[in-house]
């Protein structure tokens, strides 16, 4: 049986050790590789500002919204970046708080995936109004002389709060926890730049015992705060739909449908980025098959909880005696968008449970090719939630197809692009690992290891 230690780091590495490999990537060319990924990336987010540019000079009337469906990928979009964002947050804080040490060496990358995925739906939701500059000065809450103020009834301006809080309080979070390394980057600094940048950064860390009591209390506060938000920040995202009247949105079970849909989307997420990282820049020994293996259990597990949700749903459109309940559902599996919903369930349900057998779990191809799955039945959820349950309202006379153009795909592509340009850009200027974190829970060196 392995031991703590093993699973955590292999291949018998010392403290000098760790932080060599882990500042490789930073004081080295990038590889043909991260070159490869990052045009890749480019190209991506070229595509989205082409998107956007053609948005704002002409209007949202770009994209293929129509009377009832008046909410389409844009909004799809930006449930699915937030959901993303979920991972990152419960590796960091709800497994640092249960003191779960298999959460070391992967908790930085999935700390950077939450900044970034909330960036891309903060973005997709400005674009959402179409010109934000003037949907700034209507939607914001200040004093005016028009003596107007926003609804605070309204979930939309719920997820104004719940989303700019959750991006605050993981971002400071994150940037606690670099502190350690970000010193360690700056004392072996050699090009006078670099070492001033990482010496502002790091806030005049010396490692001394007091640096460490204030950075570890700091990181505990934030810790607490951050657990909350898991639950509160994608429940109050449900709230958009599960406040309405709308047949196939107006359900009490959204809120924990929403936050299992989100972590099984953010670890998949996570296991993508991870096989990546780890192949690109030689950090087997740090993100390991056993890492892997128990983000992909959660998958499986939370999987099995998205599709139950998906049962109790019809359970409770049937059980409602309602005619317009159960005619959306039955749309939703036989209607126009049938296709859509057969994905999600085959992505969603089906695919994760080759994760019964140990040695999927193990297989890097696999595990790869699933995550892909899993994020792309995610995505198809938010559009079946959000586009069948809009294209056919109450009288048949008002029923339309809804149609994504390339712009709004255009768009889609271009979060892509924003979130792994910064992604890679993160990976090739900051440490990827956390050392302090992994050498906190390797047993002392041998005699003679070198000691940093």
Same mark, same amino acid.
Not at 274 to 291: A, C, P, Q, S, W
Not at 321 to 348: D, K, Q, T
């Given at each position: 049986?392995a031991?703590?230690?093993e699973?955590?780091?292999?291949?018998g590495?010392?403290y000098n050790?760790?932080?060599e490999d882990v500042a490789r990537?930073?004081?080295s060319?990038?590889?043909k590789?991260?070159?490869i990924c990052?045009?890749v990336a480019?190209?991506f987010l070229?595509v989205?500002?082409a998107?956007?540019?053609k948005?704002?000079?002409?209007?949202i009337?770009?994209?293929?919204?129509?009377?009832?469906?008046?909410w389409?990928?844009d909004?799809?979009?930006f449930?699915f970046?937030?959901?993303?964002?979920?991972?990152?947050t419960?590796?960091s804080?709800?497994?640092?708080l249960?003191?779960?040490k298999?959460r070391?060496?992967?908790?930085?990358?999935?700390?950077?995936?939450t900044?970034f995925?909330v960036?891309?739906a903060l973005l997709?939701?400005?674009?959402?109004?179409g010109?934000?500059?003037?949907?700034a000065?209507?939607?914001?809450p200040?004093?005016?002389?028009?003596?107007l103020?926003?609804?605070?009834?309204?979930?939309?301006?719920w997820?104004?709060?719940?989303?700019?809080?959750?991006?605050?309080?993981?971002?400071?979070f994150?940037?606690v926890?670099?502190?350690?390394d970000?010193?360690s980057?700056?004392?072996?600094?050699?090009?006078?730049?670099?070492k001033?940048?990482?010496t502002i950064?790091?806030?005049?860390?010396r490692?001394?015992?007091k640096?460490?009591?204030?950075?570890e209390?700091?990181?505990?506060?934030?810790?607490?705060?951050s657990?909350p938000?898991?639950l509160?920040v994608?429940s109050?995202v449900s709230?958009?739909?599960?406040?309405s009247q709308?047949?196939?949105?107006h359900?009490?079970i959204?809120?924990?449908? *929403?936050?299992?849909g989100? $972590? +099984?989307? %953010?670890?998949?997420? /996570?296991v993508t980025l &991870?096989?990546?990282?780890?192949?690109? !820049?030689?950090?087997?020994?740090?993100?390991t098959?056993d890492?892997?293996?128990?983000?992909n259990?959660?998958?499986?597990?939370?999987g099995?909880?998205?599709g139950?949700?998906y049962?109790c749903e019809f359970?409770?459109?049937?059980?409602?005696?309602?005619?317009?309940?159960?005619?959306?559902?039955?749309?939703?599996?036989?209607?126009p968008?049938?296709?859509?919903?057969?994905i999600?369930v085959?992505?969603?349900?089906?695919?994760?449970q080759?994760?019964?057998?140990?040695?999927?779990?193990?297989?890097?191809?696999?595990?790869f090719?699933?995550?892909?799955?899993?994020?792309?039945?995610?995505?198809?959820?938010r559009?079946?939630?959000?586009v069948t349950?809009l294209?056919?309202?109450?009288?048949?006379?008002?029923?339309?197809m809804?149609v994504p153009t *390339?712009?709004e795909?255009g $768009? +889609?592509? %271009?979060?892509l692009g /924003?979130?792994f340009? &910064?992604?890679?850009?993160?990976?090739? !200027?900051l440490?990827?690992?956390?050392?302090?974190e992994v050498k906190?829970v390797?047993?002392?060196?041998?005699?003679?290891?070198?000691?940093?």
């Amino acid at each position: 049986m392995a031991t703590t230690a093993e699973v955590l780091v292999t291949g018998g590495k010392t403290y000098n050790d760790i932080n060599e490999d882990v500042a490789r990537p930073l004081e080295s060319f990038p590889t043909k590789k991260w070159w490869i990924c990052f045009s890749v990336a480019l190209v991506f987010l070229c595509v989205g500002l082409a998107s956007w540019t053609k948005e704002f000079t002409t209007g949202i009337g770009v994209w293929g919204l129509n009377h009832p469906g008046g909410w389409g990928t844009d909004i799809t979009n930006f449930v699915f970046w937030v959901g993303i964002g979920h991972a990152g947050t419960l590796i960091s804080a709800i497994l640092f708080l249960f003191r779960q040490k298999w959460r070391t060496g992967i908790n930085r990358s999935a700390e950077a995936m939450t900044i970034f995925a909330v960036i891309c739906a903060l973005l997709v939701v400005l674009t959402h109004t179409g010109r934000p500059w003037y949907a700034a000065f209507w939607l914001l809450p200040y004093p005016n002389q028009r003596q107007l103020w926003v609804n605070f009834r309204s979930p939309l301006l719920w997820d104004v709060f719940a989303v700019s809080t959750y991006f605050t309080i993981s971002l400071i979070f994150w940037f606690v926890g670099l502190v350690p390394d970000l010193a360690s980057i700056r004392d072996r600094a050699t090009n006078k730049i670099r070492k001033t940048i990482y010496t502002i950064l790091s806030l005049g860390w010396r490692g001394s015992n007091k640096n460490w009591l204030h950075y570890e209390t700091a990181y505990m506060l934030f810790a607490g705060l951050s657990t909350p938000l898991v639950l509160s920040v994608h429940s109050v995202v449900s709230f958009d739909f599960a406040v309405s009247q709308l047949p196939g949105w107006h359900t009490t079970i959204f809120p924990p449908y *929403f936050v299992a849909g989100a $972590i +099984f989307s %953010g670890f998949a997420m /996570v296991v993508t980025l &991870l096989v990546i990282m780890r192949e690109m !820049f030689g950090f087997k020994n740090y993100i390991t098959l056993d890492h892997l293996e128990k983000m992909n259990k959660v998958i499986l597990g939370t999987g099995m909880i998205v599709g139950y949700a998906y049962a109790c749903e019809f359970f409770i459109a049937w059980y409602s005696g309602s005619p317009f309940e159960r005619g959306a559902f039955l749309n939703r599996m036989f209607g126009p968008y049938w296709w859509s919903y057969w994905i999600m369930v085959s992505c969603n349900v089906l695919s994760p449970q080759i994760f019964w057998f140990r040695s999927m779990r193990r297989n890097i191809g696999v595990m790869f090719v699933i995550s892909l799955y899993v994020n792309i039945g995610m995505y198809f959820e938010r559009f079946v939630i959000i586009v069948t349950s809009l294209h056919r309202d109450f009288l048949p006379s008002s029923w339309d197809m809804y149609v994504p153009t *390339f712009w709004e795909w255009g $768009i +889609f592509v %271009g979060t892509l692009g /924003v979130f792994f340009t &910064l992604f890679l850009l993160f990976v090739r !200027f900051l440490p990827a690992i956390a050392m302090g974190e992994v050498k906190s829970v390797m047993p002392s060196p041998k005699e003679g290891g070198h000691h940093s």
